[in-house]
């Protein structure tokens, strides 16, 4: 089945600064790539995704990239700002899957 | 609102109780599922439902029984748990299974469970 590792667990910017979360997956027919947000104490919420027919994706502040060859995957966020700070979890999945296969998270604080 | 309510939000149980969660969405998907998170730990499927049938039963101990009456409704029935089977079950739905629509899950609040 599809295994995701996530890097890093925790990671600490100032606010304003950019912050990158990269994952990898093992299955190379894996061709959905989402990625999730969940605040303290809130339920996980999809916040950008990526397919593999493209190289990447930009949504205001966010980006994902994909490299398929090297089956690796990140999110990047810029001009942090302190509602940034959440856990973020990677996740692939792909045709014929039934369900998603999760990261194990990173812990993003953005310190005013 | 996402449209996924779980009940209990929060429970306390004893080793040799019986209880349920529930679920219930509200967004006319077609496929639910439940998931397990412990700290630390990635999100860890359980069960996938579509259309009322069981699709998935990943590796879960019997103690943890799913049952999915309808489309809108999804049980997690708990006996004779452990206590390192205290975590958050997440509930979640989606149109259709992720393979196959446009993958995007919505998910529950979650219910918090601590087995003593």
């Known amino acids: 089945g599809e295994n995701v590792e996530q890097h890093p667990s925790t990671l600490s910017v100032q606010e304003g600064d950019s912050a990158v979360i990269k994952c990898t997956y093992s299955?190379?027919?894996?061709?959905?790539f989402p990625w999730y947000k969940q605040e303290l104490g809130k339920r996980p919420q999809l916040i950008i995704d990526?397919?593999?027919?493209?190289g990447e994706k930009k949504d205001q502040r966010r980006a994902v990239t994909l490299n398929k060859t090297a089956k690796h995957f990140s999110l990047h966020i810029t001009e942090t700002q302190p509602e940034d700070s959440a856990v973020y979890f990677c996740?692939?999945?792909?045709?014929?899957?039934?369900?998603?296969?999760f990261g194990s998270g990173t812990r993003l604080q953005v310190q005013p | 609102e996402t449209g996924v309510t779980q009940t209990p939000r929060h429970l306390v149980m004893g080793m040799t109780n019986k209880k349920s969660l529930k679920c219930e969405q509200h967004?006319?998907?077609?496929?639910m599922y439940w998931y397990k998170q412990s700290a630390k730990k990635p999100l860890e499927l359980m069960f996938v439902?579509?259309?009322?049938?069981?699709?998935e039963n990943n590796s879960v101990p019997s103690r943890f029984s799913p049952e999915c009456p309808n489309s809108s409704h999804l049980f997690l029935h708990l006996h004779t748990l452990q206590p390192e089977d205290s975590a958050l079950y997440l509930c979640?739905?989606?149109?259709?299974?992720?393979?196959?629509?446009?993958?995007?899950?919505?998910f529950g609040e979650g219910s918090r469970l601590t087995v003593l």
């Open positions: 967004l006319g998907h077609n496929a």
């Open positions: 996740a692939a999945s792909g045709t014929g899957r039934r369900a998603l296969t």
């Open positions: 979640a739905s989606s149109q259709d299974l992720v393979g196959v629509g446009t993958g995007e899950l919505f």
């Open positions: 990526i397919r593999s027919n493209v």
């Open positions: 439902y579509s259309l009322e049938e069981r699709v």
């Open positions: 299955d190379s027919a894996s061709n959905y």
